[in-house]
């Protein structure tokens, strides 16, 4: 099991698996969609590409490919209990320090 800080988060990014992230999804009420892992999907490249977790606003900007004008608010359904607090922690990423809900 790939080691986790005190709020649940990945300490370590490459050590994310999708069987963990069903695992983590699960323990938080969420059966995960193909829409959900079109988010993690996003969120995982972003992260390796520029090595930070990607804003709010991106993930939007990207779920409006598939929702035209209603990206925040597939995002919230997708992730009712926040961004930050289920779709961070279940795509792998290090607890965002400053953030932006977009």
């Known amino acids: 099991m790939p080691r986790q800080d005190e709020e649940g988060y990945l300490v370590e ?14 323990e938080q009420g969420i059966a995960l969609t193909d829409d959900h892992w079109f988010v993690i999907s996003f969120m995982r490249e972003q992260q ?7 804003d ?11 929702y035209p004008g ?13 961004y930050v607090a289920q779709a961070c922690k279940i795509a792998g990423m290090k607890r965002p320090r400053a953030w932006s809900t977009g």
């Open 70 to 82: 209603q990206g925040r608010k597939r995002l919230f359904e997708l992730f009712p209990y926040g």
């Open 48 to 54: 390796q590409e520029r090595q930070v977790t990607p």
């Open 13 to 26: 990014p490459n050590d994310w698996t999708s069987t963990w992230a069903g695992q983590i999804a699960a």
């Open 56 to 66: 709010a606003r991106h993930v939007m900007r990207h779920l409006e490919q598939r």
